[in-house]
């Protein structure tokens, strides 16, 4: 199946440790996007990358760190520097070459990241 | 920047009722346009898109939406809501050249039996 895929579902940290939460997608897509939700905030930006060794900062990048190695990865590192890291994390994908309805993302079934 | 507002943070409807999500954003430019919509326990999935052409677009389950450039609007509308409907809607906007999105904070609508 076609698809992105996020692990783990549930993720429980303490105070002050870093985590990394992974996202694969086998839909060749070229761009990839990591989202913070949180209620009544809506989706808020952190990291996205449109070709891989390459990635840029969101709305939200304060205390978080990713990597782009392979088309297919796009792990996003929460570090003890994010005041505020429980949340629950969504990853997306898309394209980024042809004409512009192509712009539509595909997003993971998320993991949701508590820290005690 | 960009950004996108959801004036209805929380919708409840009976069964059978209309539903108009207001959605609105800043931007003066050309933007994509989308409605995403996350079912209790499932992945965000797209219900419409806009990009060019005629300005009411149909999506997924019975929903269109209008998209009104004088008005800087987006909104979602469904002639007859059912329970399954129950969910949180998200606008979204696409400006400019770049791929990312930025999202609304959200309706969250309950249908009522």
């Known amino acids: 199946d076609g698809g992105i895929t996020q692990s783990p579902k549930y993720l429980f940290r303490k105070e002050g440790q870093n985590v990394t939460l992974s996202c694969e997608q086998n839909?060749?897509?070229?761009?990839m996007y990591w989202y913070r939700q949180d209620p009544g905030q809506g989706l808020r930006l952190i990291y996205y990358?449109?070709?891989?060794?390459?990635?840029q900062k969101g709305d939200i990048a304060e205390g978080y760190s990713v990597s782009r190695e392979k088309k297919e990865s796009f792990p996003l590192t929460v570090t003890s520097a994010q005041k505020n890291p429980t949340a629950f994390y969504l990853c997306a994908s898309g394209r980024t070459r042809g004409p512009s309805s192509y712009n539509e993302q595909f997003f993971g079934p998320g993991t949701r990241l508590t820290v005690l | 920047a960009q950004s996108v507002s959801q004036h209805n943070h929380h919708v409840i409807l009976s069964e059978a009722a209309s539903l108009e999500l207001g959605c609105n954003y800043s931007?003066?430019?050309?933007?994509?346009l989308f409605w995403y919509v996350q079912y209790p326990g499932q992945h965000l999935q797209l219900l419409l898109k806009y990009f060019s052409g005629d300005p009411l677009v149909k999506g997924i389950k019975g929903f269109e939406a209008e998209f009104i450039k004088s008005k800087f609007s987006f909104n979602l509308r469904k002639p007859s809501v059912q329970w399954s409907d129950t969910a949180e809607y998200f606008c979204?906007?696409?400006?400019?050249?770049?791929?990312?999105?930025?999202f609304g904070t959200g309706t969250r609508l309950q249908v009522t039996l």
């Open positions: 990358s449109q070709i891989v060794n390459d990635f």
């Open positions: 979204a906007v696409n400006a400019g050249t770049a791929s990312k999105l930025t």
């Open positions: 839909l060749n897509h070229d761009a």
């Open positions: 931007y003066g430019g050309t933007v994509n």
